[in-house]
């Protein structure tokens, strides 16, 4: 079983830098895509940003220029450095893992969520 932690979250003031980070704890063999979503109250979870293992990105047009995710492949961790962070980018931030091919106790894929981490940004 592959569970996903957060961590990094907290409250920071308008224009303030938080680092998140999401560390798997389980057998994983490989991984499709590694993201990061985000929740605020009242609206739909949406994708921030998402890295493969060779490194290609994507960027939400909201997290372009201020957001950056990383990943390091050998410790199945994805980072995501938020910089320039305004009121509205508070809420719940998520990882996801996509595919995960793991072996133990038994081969599959699947696709695997964090427990959410609250961002909190003061004006």
């Known amino acids: 079983q592959v569970q996903l932690v957060e961590s990094g979250g907290g409250l920071v003031q308008a224009g303030g830098s938080l680092r998140l980070s999401c560390a798997a704890a389980?057998?994983?063999?490989?991984?499709?895509?590694m993201d990061w979503y985000r929740q605020a109250p009242g609206k739909q979870r949406e994708l921030v940003a998402a890295?493969?293992?060779?490194?290609?990105?994507t960027y939400a047009d909201f997290a372009k220029g201020r957001f950056t995710i990383s990943g390091d492949n050998a410790e199945n961790t994805v980072y995501l450095q938020m910089n320039s962070l305004k009121p509205e980018d508070t809420g719940v931030y998520y990882c996801l893992y996509e595919g995960v091919y793991s072996v133990v106790p038994e081969r599959r894929v699947a696709d695997y969520w964090g427990q959410g981490i609250q961002v909190t940004v003061s004006s």
């Open positions: 389980g057998s994983i063999f490989s991984i499709n895509v």
């Open positions: 890295i493969t293992p060779n490194g290609e990105t």
